[in-house]
């Protein structure tokens, strides 16, 4: 172990390249682990990130054009008739799970009260699906940037180590361990950041589009 830091004390005195692929190969296993994992996070989040951009975008015009040929449609049944089978719009979803259910209601005393309950039911169903992968934003957000100072306090205790063998505190020992060390920090900020920012963004956007059902379903019961 000893011989181990001492070499890297060696290496580091010698070796001035601070590039990223350099800090990440000169570091040690355990912060490695720490700078892959991140930056796995980092990437993952930022899929997460432009899928629900493009899922925002997509069902909010697909939203408005729903509601648009329903109004305008001559009656609820009719229009449920002529909706496709394969519709992926989420208030398309909500409005043929529901009708299916209402049609199928003999007693009309009835009929409101399961109605709403359908309606309340698949609105909680869809917005499940649309909320998917908001938690390990969240998790990321929270987590990553203490998982990048563990690897930092770690990158520095070896550091340290290697500076005590060698017995030599000049910059030229000092200043490659600690930027490998602070690497990790500033993955874990990478990472961190972007996460955070798109997880309250489409916590707004959720809100704003779980409004846009339960209008439509208000305005729904009453026509029915």
């Known amino acids: 172990m ?34 892959v994992l991140l930056i796995a996070c980092s990437i993952y989040s930022w899929a997460i990130i432009i899928e629900k951009i493009r899922l925002f975008k997509k069902i909010n015009i ?15 049944e009719s229009f449920y008739n002529n909706i496709p089978k394969n519709i992926e719009d989420p208030l398309a979803q909500i409005f043929r799970a529901s009708m299916e259910a ?17 309606l309340q039911i698949n609105i909680e169903k869809q917005m ?49 361990g ?6 990790a920090t500033a993955l874990g900020l990478l990472a961190a950041i972007p996460a955070v920012v798109a997880y309250n963004k489409f916590s707004n956007d959720s809100k704003k589009y ?3 059902l339960e209008n439509f379903s208000k305005r729904f019961l009453t026509i029915i």
């Open 2 to 35: 000893e011989a181990d830091i001492s070499s890297q004390a060696v290496g580091l005195a010698t070796n001035t390249d601070f590039s990223l692929v350099q800090l990440f190969l000169r570091a040690d296993i355990i912060v490695k682990s720490v700078m």
């Open 62 to 76: 697909s939203t408005e054009e729903f509601q648009d040929k329903f109004w305008k449609s001559k009656s609820a």
């Open 102 to 118: 209402a049609l199928k209601t003999r007693s009309k005393s009835q009929l409101n009260e399961k109605l709403s309950n359908m």
């Open 128 to 176: 499940e699906k649309i909320e998917k992968s908001y938690t390990f934003l969240a998790t990321v957000g929270s987590t990553a940037p203490f998982i990048g100072l563990f690897g930092t306090v770690w990158g520095i205790m070896n550091s340290f180590q290697s500076i005590a063998i060698s017995r030599n505190t000049s910059l030229a020992i000092v200043a490659p």
């Open 178 to 183: 600690i930027a490998e060390a602070l690497f």
């Open 210 to 212: 779980l409004q846009k």
